[in-house]
């Protein structure tokens, strides 16, 4: 499976973007896919995913500001990123998981800053 994002870059606080990553190759071995980051001196962790059922779960911090959707045919995530903080500045991962595998995306990064 490869992974592949789009979206990053520069925005004010307050303001917007969305990422997008499509995945390729054994598509069909996917059971999940969501998006996680590493910010500044902190560990990676969750932003917000689908789980196997299709179902979605949010870090608690990007709750009411975050959406991650997918389309169709589910090999294509996006995370709506709305009312930007200075924290959410970090590098944004796409990850595939199928069960026995985790797949990474190369990364995108995001900065929050005036």
């Known amino acids: 499976v490869q992974l592949q994002a789009f979206g990053g870059g520069l925005v004010q606080p307050g303001g917007s973007l969305r990422l997008s990553c499509a995945a390729s190759?054994?598509?069909?071995?996917?059971?999940?896919m969501g998006w996680y980051r590493q910010g500044p001196g902190n560990l990676r962790a969750l932003v917000a995913a689908?789980?196997?059922?299709?179902?979605?779960n949010y870090a608690d911090s990007v709750k009411g500001r975050f959406t991650i959707s997918r389309d169709h045919a589910k090999t294509t995530v996006y995370l709506q990123m709305n009312s930007l903080k200075s924290e959410d500045t970090a590098i944004y991962y796409c990850n595939a998981w199928t069960g026995v595998n985790d797949y990474w995306g190369k990364g995108t990064l995001v900065t929050v800053s005036s």
């Open positions: 689908y789980t196997a059922s299709g179902s979605t």
């Open positions: 190759g054994d598509i069909f071995s996917i059971n999940s």
